[in-house]
């Protein structure tokens, strides 16, 4: 079985898991909702500024969501032990590990769907024309989001802790991430918005970077 | 035990002699004066922290290609030592920052990768102290560490993006020249921090190998101690 076709069946069983009881999915969602929610009573910001912090805010939810909701993506294989059902699946580590990060890419993507409206009727703050760009950019983030927490999600089924110690070790590991992803989102928000290639280079190679590296170790993260 | 002392003692002295021409053999600096001296300890405490760092990653790299358990108490030990010369660094710093710069700290990116890499390798001891089995530790560890190394080149590289208050490298390749004598003084306080930084790593080493070969010894103990509670069992030796 070649790893794409792997990957994808893996895909398609988290989110079956998923639509059955769709818990992640409305959990990790209201607590974006929340985060964008309750900086309004935290800053109160006019228009000019919701523009000026919302790139900030907007990562900054989805980063804290991510943190949650990557845990529970090797967490609960755990509760059955279902994780010895995947190693013994005629499926390379990887196409695991790629298809768990593929499903995490669609639901951290289905809860920036909703996110975005919202913080966009909020805040007062137009995203529908550089809707193209903003998906560009989005997408570069997610990925590289998911990419690296779904590695450390792994990592997190072992220790004592593990809800605490995926932010713990995602959020800094993702502060280029952040930084280049809320620039690139901010050049697109300012009065000429326009596509930043230079942040979108870091965003890409932040992406390759992780990626090759998960491709490289997921050996070790899956092993018995 | 003996070679140690050796090693300590030769340390401290070339130590004191760091501190002494930081301080007495150095050309006072034009504009900062004697301030600018504690660059001769933040700058090399810098190197040193690269240093052990970059033994963090080789040693993580080399456990995960042989899992020879030697490996990751190299990379424990290397830790532990980067993780003080970072702090070393963000504790100078801001003392030299506050006469010059006018302010404790500013969140240019140069300090930041610092403050970065002390929460990383503070998140990577963690990490090691909330995981109990000792392979998966690690494993999980090294991987770990892997990524942490592999952040580093973007951090730098959002440094080189994002102009910033921090003075420009003035070592290498820089716009302004270092005096000779500065530059000599320099050289000689990175060499001795590096000798500081090994030595450390070195104990540290040596305090892992204790730990491990004193947990090897009671796992040998209660497996015995087992043994023999079976064999006085009424019905042993049947099985």
Redesign the interface.
Same mark, same amino acid.
Request: charged share 10%.
């Given at each position: 079985m070649n790893a794409a076709r792997a990957a994808s069946i893996v895909l398609g069983r988290e989110v079956r898991a998923e639509m059955r009881t769709r818990e992640l999915l409305q959990t990790t969602i209201v607590f974006a909702v929340i985060v964008v929610v309750i900086f309004n009573f935290a800053f109160e910001p006019s228009v000019g500024e919701a523009r000026r912090f919302g790139p900030g805010l907007i990562w900054i939810a989805l980063l804290f969501s991510a943190s949650l909701m990557l845990n529970p993506s090797f967490a609960r294989e755990q509760a059955n032990d279902t994780i010895y059902a995947l190693r013994m699946a005629p499926a390379s580590s990887f196409a695991i590990l790629l298809g768990k990060t593929l499903a995490n890419l669609l639901f951290l993507g289905i809860t920036e769907l909703i996110l975005l409206p919202v913080f966009s009727i909020l805040y007062n703050v137009p995203l529908l024309p550089v809707i193209g760009r903003l998906a560009l950019v989005l997408f570069l983030g997610t990925f590289g989001i998911v990419v !690296?927490g779904t !590695? +450390?999600s792994a990592?997190g089924t072992?220790?004592?802790?593990?809800e605490l110690?995926l932010p &713990? &070790?995602l959020l800094?590991?993702l *502060?280029?991430l952040l +930084?280049?992803s809320v620039e690139a989102t901010a050049g697109l928000l300012a009065d000429a918005p326009a596509l930043d290639r230079?942040?979108m280079a !870091?965003l890409v190679? +932040?992406d390759v *970077? +992780?990626f090759t590296?998960s491709w490289l &170790?997921c050996d070790?993260?899956l092993?018995e | 035990m003996k070679r140690y002392t050796i090693a300590n003692m030769l340390t401290a002295l070339l130590l004191f002699f760091a501190g002494y021409a930081a301080l007495f053999i150095a050309p006072d600096e034009a504009t900062m004066h004697a301030i600018q001296r504690i660059f001769y300890f933040h700058a090399s405490s810098g190197w040193a922290a690269i240093e052990a760092s970059l033994i963090v990653f080789v040693a993580n790299v080399a456990y995960l290609a042989t899992r020879n358990p030697q490996w990751d108490w190299l990379a424990v030990s290397a830790a532990e030592v980067s993780l003080a010369f970072w702090s070393v660094m963000l504790v100078t710093g801001p003392i030299w920052a506050h006469p010059v710069w006018g302010v404790w700290w500013a969140w240019d990116w140069r300090l930041t990768l610092t403050l970065v890499l002390w929460i990383l390798y503070v998140a990577y001891l963690i990490l090691r102290t909330l995981i109990t089995d000792t392979e998966r530790r690690a494993v999980f560890s090294a991987i770990f560490g892997i990524f942490v190394f592999l952040g580093v080149p973007l951090d730098y590289l959002s440094i080189r993006i994002w102009r910033t208050q921090h003075p420009q490298p003035v070592v290498f390749g820089g716009p302004n020249r270092l005096d000779p004598t500065m530059l000599k003084v320099f050289f000689y306080c990175s060499g001795v921090m590096t000798l500081l930084m090994i030595l450390l790593v070195c104990q540290r080493y040596k305090l892992e190998r204790l730990r491990y070969q004193t947990e090897e010894l009671r796992l040998a103990v209660d497996e015995h101690l087992e043994t023999r509670a079976d064999s006085r069992r009424p019905g042993a030796g049947k099985s």
């Open positions: !690296v !590695v +450390f990592l072992q220790a004592r802790l593990r110690l &713990l &070790l800094p590991v *502060i280029p +930084f280049a230079t942040w !870091v190679a +932040f *970077i +992780f590296a &170790l070790y993260l092993e | -």
